[in-house]
């Protein structure tokens, strides 16, 4: 069975630019989620879909953060402007059953550096 | 404010010997534990969990311990192998969300 994908593995921006990150769950999982993980820290959730509603996105910065999932399947996760706080590894989960945390796989994530 | 915390950065061990990755949290709420298992460049792995009505679990060489009037949960991995050598993670769901918070981790080094 394949895992969680993202792409791309590596990024480096300069901040003020914007920065998209996309990731393929495992099939038929229909919970998502997005996090963010700096360095030395724990993964924080930025934001949780069910198919392609949002379920908590409580701790998104949503000036600057977004994230769709139009389709149910792929999510993208965009920062714009960025910023050198943003530097991070942003990490894609899918989990087959919702609250179910064992059932929850994780992607290798992004890592961003901001400049 | 930092609900779920694993105080020490890190451990070194003896290659046979026992770990012992311990976790505190703040919230009496939280009735749910998980450890995850990170490797470089991977994400995190979950490794095992224990509901707040036990006060032991065990999967094989890895025991969890929760002492819910401390606060306090503990893993233990016997014996260690190089393995093992890995960023531990201690977390819990947020009451009342299915949000989970995330300890700040620690390596773990298991040496031959």
């Known amino acids: 069975e394949a895992g969680v994908a993202q792409s791309p593995r590596y990024k480096i921006i300069e901040k003020r630019q914007s920065v998209a990150f996309w990731c393929n769950p495992i099939s038929g999982h229909a919970t998502l989620y997005w996090y963010q993980q700096i360095l030395g820290q724990g993964p924080k959730l930025l934001i949780q879909f069910q198919n392609n509603g949002v379920v908590d996105d409580s701790q998104l910065p949503k000036d600057r953060f977004s994230a769709e999932r139009l389709k149910g399947v792929d999510s993208t996760l965009k920062i714009q402007p960025a910023k050198l706080e943003d530097s991070a590894v942003y990490l894609c989960a899918s989990s087959l059953i919702r609250g179910r945390w064992e059932t929850q796989y994780f992607g290798p994530g992004t890592r961003l550096l901001v400049l | ?67 819910k009037s401390a606060k306090h949960l503990s893993l233990h991995i016997v014996p260690s192998q190089p393995g093992d050598s890995a960023v531990y993670f201690c977390a819990a769901p947020q009451g009342g969300s299915e949000k989970l918070v995330f300890g700040k981790g620690m390596k773990l080094t298991v040496n031959p």
Not at chain 2, 8 to 21: A, T
Not at chain 2, 38 to 65: H, Q, W
């Open chain 2, 1 to 67: 404010d930092q609900q779920v915390k694993q105080n020490s950065p890190s451990l070194s061990v003896q290659e046979g010997r026992i770990s012992i990755l311990n976790c505190d949290y703040t919230n009496s709420m939280f009735d749910y534990f998980l450890w995850y298992k990170k490797y470089p460049a991977e994400g995190p792995t979950f490794l095992i969990s224990i509901s707040s009505i036990k006060d032991k679990n065990e999967d094989g060489r890895f025991t969890v311990f929760l002492n």
